[in-house]
């Protein structure tokens, strides 16, 4: 056993020993070698996203998933004005691709663009097979809660660790299906996987068992039906380009859903 395997046992060992007997803990965590960020910006109102999205899709049932890659499908706004208002997009989620862009030098931006590992991704109607997972080894990071609302992320970097690092988290919903009245999409019933319902990044300070944050998250967004699950990816601060990735269905903690 590797001294991080040791540290991660010994830091899950005390989140059991916390918990408050209401709820079972719940754990994410990657290995040593880098788990795949798999990004996809689309929109409801982009009538070529539909294929990609569908791409998306068939990554439930990929045997890799949250252990070799992590899916998310973050969808913009920029697409409302033309007639249809995607309920799951964000203004934030429309951001982080500009920021992407900005950092690349690109001039536009576009639906359906695959980011991987924070480098655009030739995959744009999903013609291409699940990547492999990088063999570099960048750390572990295992996130854990008592009660599926307060998380506590811890990293070890490997090898030479960077002075500062942050924790980025997304909540997400998968098996959610959308009747689209406008737009180019006009009349189609869409289906939604892995699409982010929230998007927040928090500092990582060094602790005696590694690099920890803490972040909460809300399992019961209203009006949202479908299978949650969450995102969790580090980075050096103030960059975008993942270091390690993990994640894993949730169960809802709302009566009746």
């Not at 395997?5 to 830091?11: I, N, R």
């Not at 990816?233 to 903690?253: D, F, H, K, M, N």
Request: hydrophobic share 40%; with cysteine.
């Amino acid at each position: 056993m590797t001294p991080s395997h040791a540290l991660l046992l010994c830091f899950f060992a005390m989140s059991v020993a916390t918990m408050n007997g209401q709820t079972t803990p719940i754990s994410f965590h990657s290995s040593e070698e880098q788990t795949s960020l798999i990004e996809l910006y689309t929109s409801e109102g982009c009538s070529s996203c539909p294929p990609a999205e569908k791409w998306l899709s068939k990554l439930k049932s990929a045997p890799g998933l949250w252990s070799e890659f992590v899916p998310v499908a973050f969808h913009v706004d920029y697409w409302n004005s033309l007639g249809w208002r995607d309920k799951l997009s964000s203004q934030l989620f429309s951001d982080r691709q500009r920021n992407y862009a900005q950092v690349w030098s690109a001039e536009n931006i576009y639906t359906p663009e695959f980011v991987l590992n924070g480098k655009e991704w030739n995959n744009r109607f999903g013609s291409r097979s699940v990547p492999s997972a990088p063999a570099i080894k960048t750390g572990m990071l295992q996130v854990n809660s008592d009660d599926g609302k307060h998380w506590q992320a811890i990293f070890i970097p490997a090898g030479k660790a960077a002075s500062n690092y942050e924790v980025t988290a997304a909540l997400l919903v998968s098996e959610l299906s959308s009747d689209v009245k406008a737009g180019e999409n006009a009349g189609r019933r869409l289906d939604h996987d892995f699409a982010a319902l929230s998007l927040f990044t928090r500092p990582l300070t060094s602790e005696t068992n590694g690099l920890q944050g803490k972040f909460i998250i809300d399992t019961s967004p209203k009006g949202i039906a479908g299978r949650l699950a969450l995102a969790v990816w580090v980075t050096r601060s103030g960059r975008l380009e993942p270091l390690q990735a993990t994640g894993g269905w949730l169960i809802r903690t709302t009566p009746g859903q």
